[in-house]
């Protein structure tokens, strides 16, 4: 059923009693063609692709609770490609471009509202590192302007333009066409897209163990019983080292409480997404008015899912840093997700060294606007047993050959 | 007219009158009032405005269960936004308006989109506006989104005070429950704090009772507080304990009134009591969202603090046995009330704007308020905060404190306790850890929960206009889980953050599905309890003390030397000195001598038998091989193989050495070599002293630098110092320390001695150099100095990628036999790559300006232009008398003398490849004398 | 790059006035002879010469005295000059005189400013004295009363803390 003006109309006249589900609560099957473990956005974009572009027949997504209640719930619904190397701006691109006509796609609004993003530069050194990172995004043909001071104070006059400013802005590195979207919309999106291709979404569906047999992945035993596929995903951000040891492997994988904060919703602030790496904090303004705010990891490695105090106060004091007038804002609520850390802040997306099993994962604090790539390029993987061109960089063997693609610099907050 | 102030009774003061106004129109109020208790006591029944269809909304509970009221706020020259009229105390001269709604809450002229509400159910959002763009939309939506305007004006002095305390028990809740467990624990001997979020204590004791144990409520409570005060115990009135964190650590928020930021109390408690008492859940009935109907117990606060009657005409619908107590209040307070069962029948509320009557089972009443309560809920938000479970008691219709966290209990009506006496004896006994006495309860509740498929509309979620109809939407589309209902309709979402829908929201949802309720489960409760502001968490830590710079101790020379201070590497240094002229500064240093503050650059101690063997492993180069007296230059590498900092390193005898890092790398350094000292290594025989504070330097770099030392009275031979070389003796009898080495080129001394004797030192070197035409020098034109001699900052010509033989130093990976930091790291495919980035240096056009740092370097390829390097360096050079870069290019080494494309900002220029030393490459001027 | 010169408050001297505030007082006291000696502490103390190494919530006395500052750690206060470097009797001796800089808080309410920057109670005992307060690397100590304490901060970093105790 098409979602438009059109049918929300009749609808409306009909009470909304013709609406279907988003998706169906299906049984698992015995087999499949191919299980994705991990229920967001990453393991339901996969899901999606693989139905729409790889027309691979029986597939199901398993995912512990409710779909898109992990990190893909929890972010701060930032989407950006500005990235310095070469291999993560054509990840970071392609998942724009993906983002960019995503709504028509998926015949569900995600609200991706492309109102830029500024990450600010405080002194003669980072507006040098910021026309360093300007040049590079232009060379790989990605927008980026590199603005002055007076622009940014057009673009975002909440910003601190004070006298005692402890970090006065000097300029800043300016993304047009990066903003943020209605992460929700993005995992349902996905969801109902992939469900009406004929993937099996079981929710509250937890992988206990991965079946292995001569080496070989086989299948899952899951508290809903045991499940066998061809082809085994895990796109199950915060739990990637854990569900890696089912199998055996290990991952240079660190997990992390990144926390994430909500104001009440006020009237128009700031237009735009704006960072300031020195306050060590980013904020933007959602389209219900409240403002969301991110900054750095919580210091201790856990699965929590909750943070606490110490971080709290950094990162608000952060953002009265960057925005005195806020500071009379209410927090509405915080909560937090669980990351998973690479040595080099760039995901992992390859085969996991047992056969039949494959890892998309890895993605540190930047999992959000890379779904739909994320998504586009497991599928790749699962559907053909190879690398898209794309996703090549990407894999585990880097930190053997060496060739990381370190973006500490780039995403400038937590690594 | 319907609510109305009664003669006597409330904790408020009559004699002292407040105005106010509120939507441009003037009222008044008492010392006491909230706002909201202002507004009823003036018969004011439409406060504001719902989020969505901009329906009327009047009052609906009495503290922070009211979703409804909520005003921009301004007082003198503080403006305040979102301010909840229920929780917010009413000061003379206050200015209030309701948020979203123009002109005023009374007359919305956004109120017509009522009329369209069958195309705005929960979610339209995400079915349409995708055609052409959401840009299209996106704006206008933005704006009427949102609720309070913030002003762009700043508070001055808006700053929280921050305090830690400990304490055996806190207490969280002033009602009877906490009262009673607060003076039994302090009583015991604990230390103890009770804290309520009201400026008064007795929580909803003065709602019901006549008396207790013998007294009036308001006796018993200051007896309590006496009582509590007396043995030691801590009183905290208006602070609201809004947070539980890990290891027993709550947060307190103490009102310091309006404009004020509240004070944050961190507090360390052995064990907590939450006694946070009980709110009403709202009947689930046909128009229930019109102003007029309320909460039956709110009603009762009303009249029992503020003095105010929230009616004439009152009907009371209600499901439990608080009613009839409840009905005879109201009545001997002068209402005329009307009981009904809710669960009886369906109700309708009637009116238009406000309402004015209620119709149930065909009949009618007229009436100007509804006081409506399908239950008591317990406010159970810190247990879950702090990870205790829930229970579902299906007798008390409510979710109940289950499985406890460690150290934490519950008393009272937060703990599903709604009897007086039974809260006070199980408060007592949890307090102090005793058992608690068998109690029955004389709470009586039939189960009234939302019924779906009615005609008219039902509201769950007042603020966020979340209907019955939208649930059902909601569980039609498979939105199903507890979760993703919320996310869906936003129910729980508001400013509220769900007090009073949660529970009804997820009932429907059970009704709807055919569950039951503790299956379907609640969301997960986070902090703020209620909305904080966010200089809460700010403190002091703005300006100045927010990642404050380390200062230097000859600060005072400097400023009297007219230099321009900033900010390098985490300190306050001087930039230049005087009218900005780098150039002049440069040639000074070249020509006579500079002299400068050095003090930032590290100087860590590692000293013990296997000092020598550590530092070899730390570093990349070699050091065992270091002879003492000497320095060598040196890198100290990640495991990944990448340079990590540069700096030299000085022995000082067999098992002593100072390793000289940069100054912003001081900290990470010393934590680096701790760790490694702890991992493999006898910890005994090795021990590494940051002792970087302890040695201010002054630096002379210069042809005429010996000059100058040579009247420093530093009992040095000048003519057996070769460069690279230490010398320890004295200054003023004190212990100095001198290093011949140099950043620049030039020799250089960097002389070191105690925080007592660097003024004096400072002064002499200034005054030995004065008639050498020598003077001071900022980190401007060192960063020029050192670049004509193409020395590299590590963080500025390196990245995350560098590796030591790309800056020319292969050697030790190539020979070093001994194990070290970054040794594996450095025989990677990648570092084997052929087309790794140099550095090199680059030289632009006759005439041409300098280049700009981070232009790139480009090369052009099928696909178009790609980046094959980064300027890191570039400065108009006086010692060249022409500008020189620094960059990092690929295969850097092969292609001098090559000419490449600059590329900055779509602008292209060119440069020629040269040796990055442009300066004296042989280094007569390092070694001379 | 900007002259920031009138964005940080200048430096006070080391003669500087005591801040009054509520029930407590706070002093900058003249620079003292500060020693630090790692290594077993056994022989830390035996080279430092002193008995003991205090710690929290010790009341420290005497001159000189010495603060335990890690298991393998103490800072020695007014000890007179040692000879830096390895000692052959397993120890590694530095000098910090000019490291640290001593501010002396006294009165009934010394314990609350305190614990703005840290939490900080006599019941919570702890071998060493060192601790973060308000993000800094400190040394904090009872000094001869119960109403008295010591606190070391790294000399770079005292304009900064004297602007948080005075806010």
């Known amino acids: ?27 698992p099957r015995a087999e499949y063609d191919v299980i994705i473990i991990g229920g967001g956005g990453h393991g339901l974009a996969t899901a999606y692709y693989l139905a729409k572009n790889h027309n691979v027949g029986r597939i199901a997504v398993l995912e512990k609770g409710w779909l898109g209640g992990g990190n893909t719930g929890r972010n701060t619904t930032v989407i950006r490609s500005n990235y310095f190397y070469p291999e993560s701006v054509a990840l970071y691109e392609l998942s724009m471009k993906l983002y960019e006509g995503l709504s028509r796609d998926l015949n569900y609004n995600v609200m991706f509202s492309q109102r830029g993003m500024l990450i600010l530069a405080h002194s003669q050194p980072e507006m040098e590192i910021a026309a360093r990172t300007v040049n590079a995004m232009r060379l790989n043909g990605v927008d980026a302007d590199l603005l002055g001071p007076e622009d940014v104070r057009k673009r975002a006059p909440v910003l601190n333009f004070r006298d005692d400013a402890r970090y006065p802005i000097h300029g800043a590195v300016f ?50 019983g045991t499940i066998r596929a061809g082809r085994i995903g895990a796109a199950v951000a915060g739990h990637s080292s854990a569900l890696a040891q089912m199998a055996g ?167 | 007219m319907s609510g109305f102030r009664i ?55 009495v503290w922070f269960d009211d979703p409804n009221a909520i005003f921009d706020l301004t007082l003198k020259d503080v403006s305040l936004p979102n301010c909840p009229a229920t929780t917010t105390h009413l000061v003379e001269g206050m200015s209030a308006r309701a948020v979203n709604a123009y002109p005023s809450a009374q007359f919305d002229i956004k109120g017509v989109f009522d009329r369209f509400h069958r195309f705005m159910p929960a979610g339209f959002y995400y079915k349409t506006f995708k055609w052409p763009h959401w840009h299209l939309f996106e704006p206008v939506i933005r704006k009427m989104a949102g609720l309070g305007h913030l002003g762009s004006e700043i508070i001055e002095g808006y700053q929280s005070e921050q305090h830690n305390i400990r304490c055996d028990l806190l207490v969280i809740g002033g009602g009877p429950a906490g009262l009673a467990g607060a003076q039994a624990a302090a009583q015991a001997g604990q230390s103890v704090i009770l804290v309520d979020d009201h400026p008064e204590f007795g929580g909803g004791l003065y709602r019901r009772s006549k008396d207790i144990e013998g007294v009036k409520p308001a006796q018993w409570v200051a007896r309590q507080c006496r009582a509590i005060e007396a043995a030691g115990g801590r009183l905290m009135p208006a602070t609201t304990a809004f947070g539980v964190y890990d290891h027993n650590m709550v947060a307190l928020a103490q009102d310091k009134g309006f404009g004020l930021a509240p004070t944050l109390w961190r507090v360390r408690a052995k064990r907590i009591l939450m006694a946070t008492g009980a709110t009403d859940r709202p009947v689930t009935f046909a128009n229930n969202d019109r102003p007029g109907v309320m909460s039956l117990d709110g009603a009762l606060e009303y009249l029992a603090r503020y003095g105010v009657l929230v009616g004439r005409k009152i009907a009371v619908l209600s499901n439990n046995s608080f009613v009839e107590p409840a009905a005879e209040i109201l009545r001997r307070a002068g209402g005329e009330v009307r009981v009904l069962d809710a669960t009886q029948g369906q109700a309708k509320a009637l009116g238009n704007k406000v309402l004015h009557g209620v119709e149930m089972n065909g009949q009618r009443f007229d009436c100007d308020t509804l006081l409506a309560s399908s239950g008591l809920t317990p406010v159970v938000h810190l247990w879950r905060h702090a990870g205790g479970k829930l229970d579902w008691d299906e007798n008390l219709a409510a979710f109940i404190p289950g499985k406890a966290p460690d150290n934490m209990r519950a008393a009272g009506a937060a703990n599903g306790t709604f009897d007086l006496d039974n809260a006070l004896s199980e408060a007592r006994a949890k307090a102090i850890g005793a058992p608690v006495p068998k109690q029955k309860s004389t709470y009586r509740i039939t189960p009234l929960w939302p019924k779906p498929d009615a005609k008219a509309r039902q509201w769950i979620d007042f603020q966020h206009d979340v209907t019955l109809k939208d649930i059902e939407l909601a569980a039609r589309e498979n939105y199903a889980s507890v979760e993703h209902l919320k996310r869906y309709t936003t129910l729980g979402m508001a400013s509220d953050q769900g007090k009073t829908s949660n529970m009804t929201g997820l009932a429907a949802m059970a009704a709807l599905q055919g569950r039951s309720i503790p299956e379907v489960g609640t969301t997960t409760f986070r902090p703020p309890f209620v909305p904080v502001p966010i200089g809460l968490y700010g403190g002091a830590r703005r300006g100045q003390l927010f990642n404050p710079l380390k200062r230097l101790v000859l600060e005072d020379r400097h400023r009297a030397a007219g230099a321009a201070l900033g900010e390098y590497g985490g300190w306050l240094r001087p930039g230049w000195y005087g009218a900005r002229d780098i ?136 003519a057996d110092f070769p460069h690279m070389t230490w010398r320890e003796t004295r200054f003023k009898q004190a212990a100095a320390r001198v290093a011949r080495v140099s950043f620049t080129g030039d020799t250089s001394y960097e002389i070191s001695v105690p925080v007592d004797k660097v003024h004096a030192l400072w002064d002499a070197v200034i005054l030995a150099g004065k008639p050498l035409g020598a003077g001071p020098i900022g980190v401007e034109a060192l960063s020029v100095l050192r670049a004509e001699k193409g020395y590299i ?35 990677t495919d990648n570092a084997n790559r052929e087309d790794r980035r140099q550095l090199v240096g680059l030289r632009v056009p006759d005439g041409a300006v300098a280049l700009a740092t981070g232009a790139h370097l480009v090369e052009k390829s099928a696909s178009g232009l790609h980046s094959i390097g980064v300027v890191t360096s570039s400065y108009n050079s006086p010692s060249i008398g022409q500008p020189i870069a620094l960059a990092l290019v690929e295969k850097g080494t092969e292609r001098m003398g090559e000419t490449l494309t600059i590329w900055h900002m779509d602008q292209q220029n060119t440069a020629t490849v040269v040796s990055p030393v442009f300066l004296d490459p042989k280094g007569a001027r390092l070694n001379a004398g | 790059m900007r002259d920031d010169s009138t964005k940080w408050d200048t430096p006070l001297g080391q003669e500087r006035a005591t801040i009054a505030g509520d029930g407590f007082e706070l002093s900058l006291i003249p620079l003292t002879c500060q020693t630090l000696i790692s290594g077993p502490i056994a022989a830390c103390l035996a080279v430092s010469g002193q008995k003991q190494a205090f710690g929290w919530p010790d009341i420290v006395t005497g001159q000189p005295y010495a603060l335990r500052l890690r298991r393998d750690r103490l800072l020695v206060v007014n000890g007179g000059q040692q000879a830096e470097g390895w000692d052959e009797r397993g120890v590694a001796v530095s000098d910090m005189t000019g490291a640290y800089s001593v501010i002396e808080i006294d009165g009934p309410q010394a314990i609350d400013l305190l614990n703005s920057g840290t939490e900080l109670s006599i019941d919570l005992p702890s071998g060493t004295v060192a601790r973060q307060f308000h993000g800094f690397a400190t040394l904090i100590y009872r000094w001869q009363s119960l109403t008295c304490y010591r606190l070391h901060i790294q000399r770079c970093y005292l304009e900064a803390i004297w602007k948080h105790m005075q806010s």
């Open chain 2, 793 to 827: 900052i590590v963080g500025k010509d390196t990245d995350g990628e560098v590796m030591p033989h790309d800056l020319g130093f292969a050697i030790p990976r190539a020979k070093k036999t001994a194990a070290f930091v970054g040794d594996r790291g450095l025989h």
């Open chain 2, 7 to 61: 003669a006597k009774g409330g904790l408020i003061n009559r004699e002292q009158t407040l105005d106010f106004t509120f939507d441009g129109r003037k009222y008044q109020g008492v010392k006491g009032d909230t706002l909201a208790s202002a507004l009823l006591a003036n018969g004011v029944r439409i406060v504001g405005r719902s989020f969505k269809y901009h329906r009327p909304r009047g009052v609906w509970g």
């Open chain 1, 175 to 224: 993304q047009g066409r990066a903003g943020t979207g209605r992460h929700d919309a993005v995992a349902w999106g996905y969801a109902r897209g992939a469900d009406q291709r004929g993937v099996d979404i079981i929710q509250n569906c937890e992988v206990l163990d991965v079946i292995v047999e001569g080496g070989v992945c086989k299948g899952v035993e899951t508290s809903k």
């Open chain 1, 1 to 27: 059923m098409t979602y438009s003006a059109f049918s929300l109309l009749r609808e409306a006249l009909r009470n909304h009693t013709g609406w279907k589900p988003a998706w169906r609560s299906p049984k």
């Open chain 1, 249 to 415: 492997v290990s991952l240079p994988i660190q997990s992390y409480a990144l926390q994430a904060f909500v104001s009440e919703p006020l009237k128009p602030v700031i237009d735009t997404v704006a960072f300031s790496p020195s306050a060590g904090t980013y904020f933007s303004q959602s389209d219900k008015g409240g403002l969301v705010i991110g900054g750095g990891l919580d210091r201790v490695p856990s699965y929590g899912q909750r943070g606490n105090l110490p971080m709290q106060e950094a990162v608000l004091s952060g953002l009265i840093e960057m925005a005195p007038a806020v500071a009379k804002v209410k927090l509405l609520r915080h909560w937090a997700g669980i990351v998973d850390v690479t040595p080099d802040s760039s995901p992992v997306i390859g085969p996991s060294g047992v056969d039949g099993l494959f890892l998309n994962c890895g993605w540190g604090t930047g999992g959000f606007k890379a779904i739909p790539a994320g998504g586009y390029l497991f599928a790749h993987l699962l559907a053909t047993g190879t690398h898209h061109a794309i996703s090549r960089p990407f894999d585990l063997d880097r930190f053997r050959s060496g060739y990381l693609v370190d973006e500490g610099a780039a995403s400038g907050i937590a690594h």
């Open chain 2, 583 to 718: 150039t002049r500064e440069v040639l000074r240093a070249r020509n006579a001598a500079g002299i400068l503050d050095a003090s930032p650059l590290g100087k860590i101690e590692v000293m013990g038998p296997d000092a020598a063997s550590f530092v070899n492993f730390i570093y990349y180069n070699t050091i065992s091989t270091l002879k003492t007296g000497c320095i060598r230059y040196g890198f100290m590498l990640t495991e990944g193989g990448i340079v990590y900092d540069d700096g030299v390193i000085a022995r000082l005898a067999d098992n002593h050495f100072v390793i000289s890092c940069s100054s912003s790398h001081v900290e990470s350094v010393t934590a680096a070599l701790e760790s490694w000292r702890q991992d493999g290594n006898d910890p005994d025989r090795i021990f590494i002293h940051d002792c970087t504070q302890n040695w201010p330097t002054v630096t002379v770099t210069g042809p005429k630098a010996r000059e100058i030392m040579a009247q420093l009275d530093l009992s040095i031979d000048l």
